[in-house]
């Protein structure tokens, strides 16, 4: 038997669409600091305001585009979610210093699922952190991609992440109403990560939001 994922809702970008998220079901709402690229950045006021409103047990992730220990730590200060979810490769400073600057926030590092070699990278990282999230950027472009891409990636890759990982595993790159159920059989994750796929326009879009957990959650 497949276990239902947990559901994270991603570029949330205002009071009313994390409320819709969560009446749908999402156990997870995404708020994207400032990015590079990418549809759903909002200011740090806007994520320190919605964070503060989501009622427990809702976890509030910030997406960091940081990549300095330092950074990270001031970023998630100025907006107080209750976990930080770190979508680069962490190039100054460590996790423990993360840690013991923000205690009791939790750590996910993203991983960008492009080859083999993501495989080995997942597996080094993740005994440093509470969970993972293998999506399907690509941060050696000149123009940073770091989510929000709406593609899938490779998932046999992200299955051999799932089997191998101490830690939980979230699926995020792509996922839509229509391929959903083929990726939770594919990798059998922990949580489920989208933004684009249940957007019309750029809003949330309820429809395609509630054909997304139906699958998800009635199958
Ligand atoms: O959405 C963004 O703007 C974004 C920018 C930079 C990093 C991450 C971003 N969003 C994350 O990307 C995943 C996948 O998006 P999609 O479903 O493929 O559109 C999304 O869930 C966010 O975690």
Redesign the pocket.
């Known amino acids: 038997m497949i276990i239902s994922p947990h559901v994270?809702i991603?570029?949330i970008r205002d009071d009313e669409e994390a409320r819709l998220a969560i009446a749908m079901g999402a156990a997870a709402l995404?708020l994207?600091g400032a990015?590079p690229?990418?549809?759903?950045?909002i200011t740090d006021g806007q994520i320190a305001a919605i964070a503060k409103r989501v009622p427990p047990p809702v976890a509030t992730f910030l997406?960091t585009?940081e990549t300095d220990a330092d950074q990270i730590i001031a970023h998630q200060q100025r907006v107080n979610t209750n976990t930080v979810?770190i979508?680069d490769a962490l190039r100054l400073g460590t996790y423990d210093q993360i840690r013991a600057a923000l205690p009791g926030i939790r750590l996910v590092q993203v991983i960008h699922v492009i080859d083999q070699s993501s495989v080995e990278e997942a597996l080094h990282i993740a005994p440093h952190v509470d969970a993972l999230?293998l999506?399907?950027?690509n941060p050696t472009l000149a123009v940073k991609e770091?989510?929000?891409?709406?593609?899938v990636h490779d998932w046999a890759l992200s299955r051999q992440i799932r089997e191998l990982s101490p830690v939980p595993i979230f699926l995020?790159?792509?996922?839509r109403p229509d391929n959903v159920r083929q990726a939770i059989e594919a990798v059998q994750p922990f949580g489920l990560?989208?933004?684009?796929?249940v957007r019309t326009n750029g809003q949330l879009d309820p429809v395609k939001l509630e054909a997304f957990m139906t699958q998800v959650f009635n199958q």
């Open positions: 994270k991603c570029c995404g994207v990015m690229s990418g549809p759903g950045v997406l585009s979810q979508v999230l999506d399907s950027g770091l989510g929000g891409t709406g593609r995020a790159g792509g996922l990560d989208l933004c684009s796929g």
